[in-house]
Structures are given as structure tokens and as C-alpha cells.
């Protein structure tokens, strides 16, 4: 690690929880790569969540299914390599945990030891209490996810909002204080109702993180090419983009490619 990345302290599992106990709010994004991954941790970001979301926004699949195990560990030890403030939470991809709980554990070593992650996200409850328990056994932190989760959609069969129905929200509750009395450090609660978002935060003492969960939870994640405009197809009324960089990177291509034709690019002071 170079001097310049030891100046600041680092973002635990710690960290979070006392933020939530001070009420500040924790700031979460995805990356997939060295390069924004060093951008976001030095924009200040607390946590870089390496999702697997990977699958849609870098390698275009329709859902986070086809993602592997091996496809997450490199970009884990991408956004490893620059990251030297924010805590780096990894996704453990789809079919690597569910079997049972001994694969899971592997599946989660192979993160820690081939990327140097601090910690995992599992999707899931009640049907995955043992790999969970299993995982966080072997010291590894474990980060919950509850709501619409992406990898079951095709038993939901909708990208739409999950439990509002009285008899899911229950289900939901009862999930998220599972998880905080097996040890997880954090949950995450995908588009959900912001009333029921709020129940979970003000009953379980782990720090709750939404994404489309409304205002009243400890912190926010998004992904980050869709609040930087780099996806414009998926607009979710929760998504807040923050610049235009479909259009930005698009005008930059286009400027480039007149240059190049014209002969303007390069001048004679971009030449050797
Ligand atoms: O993979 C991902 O990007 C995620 C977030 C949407 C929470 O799990």
C-alpha cells in the first residue's frame, strides 16, 4: 500500500454500527473496477459494494444470475487493489451458497483469500440461516439482503415492489432479526415499502441500508452506472442519477471520431 492510501482510517463493520448509533447516514455504491472503485473511495463513499449486478451493467446478461464465482473474484480484487478507505463488500453470486452450507463457506473463503474483500452479501432469510451461520463462523462478515432480491426473480416474476402484503412484511421482519442474532453486520433492503423499511430500522440494531426503501434507514445504496446516467433504460422511481454520462461519453466518442477524420487529432503538440 502506498503512503498515500495510509492517511486515512479505515470504514469496519465497526464503523457502521457506530454510525447508525450517531444517526449518520452510511453512503454505499457498487463498483466493478480499479478505476472507479479509486474514484468513489476517494469521493469519500463508506462502503463499495462489488454486486452482482456486475452481470447486468458489465457483461449485459438480463438478470445477475449468469454472474460466477470466479467472474466476482476478479472484479472483488479489481476494487481491492484501489480501495484504501471504504469498507469492500463482495456479492456471493447466484448458486454458490444455496446448495448447502459448507459450499457456501467455501464459496466465501474464495472471496476473502483471493481478493481481499473485508466482507460478503448473501441474498436471502430463513432458507439460508445455516450458510450464513456457517460463513460468519469462519470470522468472515456477512451482510444481509432482504426485499426484492434480484436473484430469486424468477420466483417473483416482477421487478416490482416486494411486501406489501401484510403476510411478506411479517416474513420480512422476522428474516431481518434472524440475521441480526446470527451475527450479520448490516442488511440491505431492496425496494420495499418506506413504512415498513422504517419498522425494520428502528427494531433491529444492525445498520439497514435501502435501495428504494424510502428515507427512514441508517444509509442508501445505488448502483453506481445507473446514478452516474451511464444506464438510461432502467429508471425506477428511486433512482436519482446524478449526471448524464450516456450522453457525455457519447458527444465525447462522437467529437473524437470528427477529430480523428478531419485529421485534427493528434496536433503537433500531441506528437513525438
Ligand atoms: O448487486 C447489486 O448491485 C446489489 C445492490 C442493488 C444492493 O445487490
Keep these: 500500500m502506498s503512503a498515500s492510501k495510509k492517511q486515512f482510517s479505515r470504514v469496519t463493520t ?20 480499479y478505476t472507479l472503485a479509486g474514484i468513489i473511495d476517494s469521493a469519500g463513499i463508506d462502503v463499495v459494494l462489488v454486486g452482482d449486478s456486475a452481470s447486468n451493467v458489465v457483461a449485459g446478461h438480463e438478470t445477475t444470475l449468469p454472474i460466477t464465482l470466479d467472474q466476482m473474484v476478479y472484479h472483488a480484487a479489481s476494487v481491492v487493489r484501489a480501495v484504501a478507505r471504504a469498507l469492500v463488500v463482495v456479492d456471493l453470486p447466484f448458486g454458490t451458497y444455496q446448495a448447502d452450507s459448507k459450499e457456501a463457506l467455501r464459496s466465501a473463503i474464495r472471496i476473502m483469500k483471493e481478493s481481499g474483500a473485508h466482507a460478503v452479501k448473501l441474498e436471502g432469510g430463513a432458507e439460508i440461516k445455516e450458510s450464513v451461520e456457517r460463513i460468519m463462523q469462519a470470522g468472515i462478515p456477512v451482510m444481509g439482503h432482504l426485499g426484492l432480491t434480484p436473484q ?34 448490516a442488511l440491505v433492503l431492496e425496494k420495499i415499502p418506506a413504512t415498513l423499511a422504517k419498522t425494520v430500522a428502528a427494531e433491529v440494531q444492525i445498520p439497514i441500508i435501502g435501495i428504494g426503501a424510502g428515507q427512514h434507514v441508517d444509509g442508501q445504496v445505488l448502483v453506481l452506472h445507473d446514478m452516474l446516467g451511464m ?29 480523428v477524420k478531419k485529421g485534427d487529432f493528434p496536433n503537433d503538440q500531441e506528437q513525438y
Aim: hydrophobic content about 40%.
Design 152 to 185: 430469486s426473480i424468477y420466483k417473483f416474476g416482477t421487478y416490482t415492489v416486494r411486501a406489501r402484503e401484510e403476510a411478506e412484511a411479517e416474513a420480512l421482519v422476522k428474516d431481518a432479526k434472524m440475521l441480526e442474532k446470527l451475527g450479520c453486520f
Design 14 to 33: 465497526a464503523s457502521l454500527q457506530k454510525m447508525k448509533v450517531q444517526g449518520e447516514k452510511i453512503a454505499m455504491l457498487t463498483a466493478y473496477d
Design 231 to 259: 444506464t438510461q433504460e432502467f429508471s425506477p422511481r428511486f433512482l436519482r442519477r446524478y449526471l448524464n454520462l450516456q450522453e457525455d461519453i457519447s458527444n465525447a466518442v462522437a467529437h473524437y471520431t470528427q477529430d
